[in-house]
T-cell receptor, first 114, second 115 residues
């Protein structure tokens, strides 16, 4: 079985500060990892995904994440937070192959303080 | 490309009535559709997996007689909430896995409110 754990249900940062959202995964097979963002009353938007190629993955809106197998982590970072980054962020995992669903973490709500 | 169109986006229904949610794959064939439910301020929980031409597979704790899933064609999967109750009020989202890069595409979601 696969799962992800997001550490911290709520993270608050000042505008311009570093954003760090933590995600640890558990998987018995090579994982396929994703970060999604969800704005209030909206659907999911893909930020980035790891597909076993480069361990440092760059996504949209200045976000990036690094896959660390030794730490079973896939933390999401952004050097400088913007007010528009305030949203709910979900880490998710699936198998690399096969028609299997995504398994989501509980989510982390990011607040950005002016 | 690879768009899943989900309708309706928002629906309000009375207790005891049924509501059908549709997900159509517009430019690809979806042999499998995943259905998720998201309660307010919570994560997305997989409810069921629908497969074209066969019975859906439900996750533990999801009532198959209440949440009817039909996947009659490669481009359409439907979720019908039967005899809806206020506790069924939630955000329902469908998703399909893409073959070319193993990514996923999601519908825009349906906000169901049962009054």
């Amino acid at each position: 079985a696969q799962s992800v754990t997001q550490l911290g249900s709520h993270v608050s940062v000042s505008e311009g500060a570093l954003v760090l959202l933590r995600c640890n995964y558990s998987s018995s097979v090579p994982p396929y990892l994703f970060w999604y963002v969800q704005y209030p009353n909206q659907g999911l938007q893909l930020l980035l995904k790891y597909t076993s190629a480069a361990t440092l993955v760059k996504g949209i809106n200045g976000f990036e994440a690094e896959f660390k197998k030794s730490e079973t982590s896939f933390h999401l970072t952004k050097p400088s937070a913007h007010m528009s980054d305030a949203a709910e962020y979900f880490c998710a995992v699936s198998r690399l192959l096969g028609n299997t669903p995504l398994v989501f973490g509980k989510g982390t709500r990011l607040s950005v303080i002016a | 490309g690879a768009v899943v169109s989900q309708h309706p986006s928002r629906v309000i229904c009375k207790s005891g009535t049924s509501v059908k949610i549709e997900c159509r794959s517009l430019d690809f064939q979806a042999t499998t559709m995943f259905w998720y439910r998201q309660f307010p301020k919570q994560s997305l929980m997989l409810m069921a997996t629908s497969n074209e031409g066969s019975k859906a597979t439900y996750e533990q704790g999801v009532e198959k007689d209440k949440f009817l899933i039909n996947h009659a064609s490669l481009t359409l999967s439907t979720l019908t909430v039967t005899s809806a109750h206020p506790e069924d009020s939630s955000f329902y989202i469908c998703s399909a896995r893409l073959g070319r890069d193993y990514g996923y595409t999601f519908g825009s979601g349906t906000r169901l409110t049962v009054v």
